[in-house]
């Protein structure tokens, strides 16, 4: 039996029939209301994960899912309007150094105006790609809309244009980047008769429980399969979201209790470097020391790295789900238990879920039915490299507009070859693990020596995955070797 931290509150019939009553409804409102109080007040233990949060916004919201269930993916859409409009950071700094740069001051309703361009953009393409979806163009029309934001990327930085119109054809392109796996899905449901009204899917893209440039939970139509539909079930999943939520709170502690301990005297040391306690450098750091760092200070370093990683997207993933869940989605773990993981594919899936997701809906499957299908095993490994190699990369890639957008978008990919390096590796291995699928543990001992190889291995992957771009690829690559020859 699992030592359980939370009790299985959802299991407790007399609670799920108490969340069902009026009274019942609003005091899981008010304990939403009440943990998000100290999640916004810890976000500086975890920068960059609760910059959006409101606390008004998310209670009101999830109040208004309760109160109309069927209208529940309407209340979601019209919330991510209003996000859109004013709670979204801009997020663009790149821009803020182009106008500087070309003496060219930007309105205050700049982003407004990028955004809405951006939205209209994608309800465009979507219309476009819905009405003229048999014709040869538009058979793969997620794969032409990246090639013409690549080549709008190209005249914006290359063609000989007025500065002013180059600096809003900029804006509207990191204005759209963050919505082009949103729009994926769309383009993926076109032909769905049951599918949502295109308004509606536009709303959905901002969701109001947060997202990553990566869809949480998946598509507009992933939340029609999903939704709860009937009280007693809305009871059983705002109580699963609710513990969900508390272990967000409790990871954010213990995220900042690990940092304190392993790296230096402040909560931010696991982001800010430098050596504490336990004599642990950060990676950035040991890296940048080279040679001068001991051997077991390497191995400390990036296998603390990884931990770190893991309680950075835990607490992302599970703010986000649970908030969703409270919302009436019966929607899956982004991370669940990745640790215990005893294959390198076991591992990804587990580590950050909707990510996978992303890359097996519109990299290995379109790869899977269209290549070597009388070769299974080499048509599954093909795939498989497809969606978390060359997936991974273009995903990344247009990600890091800000490079793009300074350095231009050939430099930008030269910039980018440490990461392609650690994304051609994983590929290499999910694949790989995938043609060997997991085998049968004969003892427990085996299951924990390949759990320990993953995580090893993992752990010295990560040492590529520079989001940086500071130094070149071959710095890397000796400390990665460093770790196995002293």
Known sequence: MRLRLIPQLERWARLVAFCQTLAGKLTLL????????????????????????????????????????????????????????????????????????????????????????????????????????????????????????????????????????????????????????????????????????????????????????????????????????SAEELAVWQLKGLKLLVWTLCLTVLRAVFARVVYSSGPLASVAGGVGSLGVPTLHAAIA????????????????????????????????????????????????????????????????????????????YPTYLRHFKKHPRLRTFVATFAAAGVGNVLYHYLRDMEYVALYGPYKAMVTFQTYVIYSVVLGLAVGGSQLLGRRKQTSWWRARLSNLFVLLFFAVLLVFNDPKRTVGAGVYARYALSLFIP
């Open 289 to 364: 020391g080279g040679a001068t760092v001991a051997w077991h200070l390497r191995w400390a370093a990036a296998i603390a790295n990884l931990l770190d990683e893991t309680f950075s997207i835990a607490i992302l993933g599970h703010l986000f789900i649970g908030i969703c869940r409270m919302s009436g989605f019966k929607a899956l773990r982004n991370t669940y238990r990745p640790l215990e993981a005893v294959t390198v594919a076991e591992f990804f899936n587990r580590f950050y879920f909707y990510f996978k997701e992303l890359l097996v809906d519109c990299f290995f």
């Open 30 to 229: 008010g304990a939403l209301a009440a943990l998000l109080w100290p999640l916004r007040h810890v976000a500086w233990m975890s920068p960059g994960v609760f910059y959006w949060l409101d606390s008004w916004l998310v209670v009101a919201a999830v109040a208004a899912t309760t109160a109309l269930p069927r209208r529940r993916r309407l209340v979601v859409a019209v919330t991510g309007a209003f996000l859109l409009l004013t709670r979204l950071p801009t997020g663009w700094p790149a821009i803020g150094v182009m106008s500087r740069i070309l003496r060219i001051p930007l309105p205050g309703t700049f982003r407004v105006i990028s955004l809405l361009e951006a939205i209209l953009a994608c309800g465009a393409y979507a219309l476009v790609a819905t009405r003229w979806a048999d014709t040869r163009l538009l058979r793969r029309p997620l794969a032409l809309f990246v090639a013409l934001f690549l080549g709008a990327a190209c005249v914006a930085a290359y063609a000989p244009i007025l500065p002013a119109l180059s600096l809003w054809l900029w804006g509207f392109l990191f204005a759209l980047a963050p919505f082009i796996w949103f729009l994926a899905y769309t383009l993926a449901e076109r032909r769905h008769k049951a599918r949502a009204p295109l308004l509606q899917q536009l709303g959905e893209y901002t969701p109001f429980w947060g997202s990553t440039n990566t869809p949480f939970p998946k598509s507009g139509g992933y939340l029609a399969k999903i939704e709860v539909r």
